[in-house]
Every structure is written in C-alpha cells, then in structure tokens.
C-alpha cells in the first residue's frame, strides 16, 4: 500500500513525509482493517511532524480523521462487518480498567493510544484500528464532508461542553479565538443552539468566512468585542490568546482552551481570574462525545468546507494549513470517496 511516513521530526517545511510503498497491515483480535477513503488534516498533525508532542513513536504514518469501508475483520469482531462505512478518530484504544475509563473519563485513560501519533494513521491506504473505537458515519455526509467532523468536529464540541454551552443556550455569547476547522462546525453547532458567536482570527479570509457562517462580529485575537462573552474557546495554539480571551470575558465565564498543545502562556494577572472566570484545558474526547457529536451533526446538519489534495500532495496539504491558507478544513484523497446515501 501507500502511505506517507514520518520518519524523523522536522519543520514541515522541509517536506518531512516520505509516500513510499509498505506492506497492508492486518487486523488482530477484536480489530478491523479499513481500505480508506479520505483523511481530514488537522493542526495536531502538525505538532506531531514538528516534534511539538513529546510521546513519539518513530517511523508514524500521522492522520486521525479517517473516512472509509471495512475489508477485513480481525477474530471475535461481531459488532460491524465487511463493507461498512466507518470513521476513524483521533482515540484509537484506552484499557478500559482504569479509574478514568471506570469513571467515564477515558478521554484521560493513563494507557490510551492515539490514531497518527502512538499508533499509524490515515495517510495510507489502509489501517487498523479495535472496532468499538470506530464510528458509524451517518448518510447525510460524504466522505469529504465527514472527514473533519471526526477530530475537528468532535473536539468542537466537547469544547463547547466545557465552556458551558451544552445545548440549546438562547442570548448567550460565545467567543471563538483561531477560525480553521474546529471552529468553523463549532460555530454550526453554537448558532443551532441559539448562541451569538464572536470571531477573533488574524486571517481576514477566515473572518470574512465567519461573517459567512452566522456569527455577529469578527476581529483580531487582540480587538476588544462590542461585548462582553459568556464563554469562550481558543483553538488557536498561541498562549498569549489567554489574556486577551480573559479581558473579555464575563464574570463567572469559562474559557476553554482546546488544543493538545499551545505556546508558553503569559503570566495572568489575578484580577483577570478573579470575580469567578474559569480557565479549563480540553484533552482528547470520549466515545460518548463522538456519537453524541454526530447525531447532532447530522440532525442540523453541519456543512464542512473543504479543500481537497492528493496523497502526494500531504506535505503540501500540512503547510497550506502551518500558513492559514485553508478555508475551512483540508482532506487528503486516498481512494475513492462515497457521496451521501451511497
């Protein structure tokens, strides 16, 4: 098969990954293989390539939002069969036994493995993964459409969850700092719910697409809203975001913080915490969050932009994103992709 491969951490670039030809792997006890059809791209890739995670595992096929049919099961697997059309996230395994996992926070698993960063991912043609950490993708969405929902989307929405916004929310004003993937389906969701949503990114293109998608104002990740905020998200990797983010939020508020990783915060000024205000990370997501995620997706139903590459073309892909010069959310092309009801 084809799959791009990391071999050593670098700048991307520098064109880091090789598409060289690997054997197909195969599925052991209670996994599948997936014949793929997309992988979406997403800025953890990113801090995977560049080294920015400390957990590396060298040679790593890197992608984790990967679209595509089952063509092999592993023994014991019952819960899906060949054919079917599955997503693949960014949680690839936890050990089920673990405080967390027990108290419904696998999401925090001590032993969890990770799609394209402890475990291959989605560049390549194939991959395996255990079939109840697969999702089932609904109808409404084709491949392309469905391949950001499955890190970008989900993380979005656990971010919204822990700011504070966890269903319909009418007059509440939400703040999004960074307007690439996640931000772009977070904001579908906010304004389903009845939330005002304001937009802070330095790119005008992708102010200009968050004006397009609803929200009521849009500016610097320093310009000062009309308004105070409810709550807020930074998916932005950029630590300095937080004090602006403080500033502008309202007593009592939460701001989430929802990358896997960020530049050195600034010191905080304590009258800035003060009064309440709440400053949370987001780390990973649960299944629950997934399937909850995309029956709400489906329900609204949320509209991805996408830009599409090739297989070859995924260093490419990596430093559009590293420049801003993405609108919406990249998806790498590995096969041949299914339009909804297909």
């Known amino acids: 098969m084809k799959a791009c491969v990391l071999d050593a951490t670098s700048p991307i670039e520098h064109n880091p990954l090789s598409l060289i030809e690997l054997p197909r792997p195969e599925p052991g006890p209670g996994e599948v293989r997936v014949k793929v059809s997309v992988c979406g791209v997403c800025r953890t890739d990113l801090h995977v390539i560049e080294g920015e995670l400390t957990r590396q595992i060298l040679p790593i096929i890197p992608g984790h939002q990967v679209v595509g049919r089952i063509d092999m099961l ?15 996230p960014w949680l690839h395994r936890t050990c089920g036994v673990c405080e967390y996992c027990r108290g419904g926070k696998e999401n925090l698993c001590e032993s969890a493995s990770f799609t394209g960063w402890t475990v291959n991912g989605g560049y390549a043609e194939y991959l395996v993964a255990p079939s109840d950490f697969v999702y089932s993708i609904p109808e409404a969405f084709s491949d392309v459409e469905a391949a950001p929902l499955l890190c970008a989307g989900i993380i979005g929405f656990r971010s919204l969850r822990l700011s504070g916004i966890t269903g319909p929310s009418q007059g509440r004003r939400l703040g999004l700092y960074g307007f690439g993937a996640a931000a772009h389906v977070a904001i579908q969701i906010a304004l389903h719910w009845g939330v005002e949503v304001y937009a802070f990114t330095r790119d005008r293109r992708h102010q200009d697409l968050a004006i397009e998608l609803g929200a009521v104002w849009a500016g610097g990740g320093d310009d000062p809203p009309p308004v105070s905020l409810d709550s807020q998200i930074i998916f932005a990797p950029a630590g300095e975001l937080v004090i602006s983010a403080l500033r502008a939020l309202k007593k009592g508020g939460t701001l ?12 905080i000024d304590y ?17 629950e969050d997934g399937r909850d995620f995309l029956r709400v997706a489906s329900g609204i139903p949320i509209r991805t932009q996408t830009q599409v590459f090739d297989l070859c073309e995924t260093n490419a892909a990596l430093n559009a994103l590293k420049n801003d010069a993405i609108k919406g959310a990249a998806v790498i092309k590995v096969g041949v992709s299914i339009s909804p009801g297909v």
């Open 256 to 267: 989430a913080l929802g990358g896997i990783h960020m530049s050195q915060i600034p010191p």
């Open 271 to 287: 009258q800035l915490l003060y009064h309440e205000r709440v400053v949370r990370s987001v780390a990973n997501n649960t299944r």
């Open 74 to 88: 592993g023994n014991g697997v019952t819960d899906v069969k060949i054919g079917d059309r599955v997503g693949i």
